[in-house]
């Protein structure tokens, strides 16, 4: 999933958006304030992507990030031969 830090008075936002909804790519909206205070791993992902960029919006998150594994338990290993 992608999600896209923004403001309600950044031209380059709205623009970001509306290419987005232009090229029907999904995507969750967020206010810019959570890279401040992050509230969960997202928003934390998203202070480390804003601080390389100067913190510059939008800030654009793909998340869970390429090439992690998600819900990997023990009987994925064993199911593929893994164990």
């Known amino acids: 999933m992608r999600y896209i ?7 380059k936002c709205t623009l970001l958006k509306a290419e987005y909804a232009k090229n ?5 909206e967020r206010d810019a304030d959570r890279v401040k205070m992050p509230r969960d791993d997202i928003d934390r ?3 480390i992507e804003g601080s390389l960029g100067n913190m510059e919006l ?7 990030p390429a090439g992690v594994l998600t819900n990997c338990g023990m009987e994925d290993f064993t199911r593929y031969g893994l164990s």
């Open 5 to 11: 830090y923004t403001s309600k008075d950044c031209p």
């Open 24 to 28: 029907n790519i999904a995507f969750e």
């Open 45 to 47: 992902e998203a202070l």
């Open 58 to 64: 939008p800030i654009e998150v793909e998340w869970p």
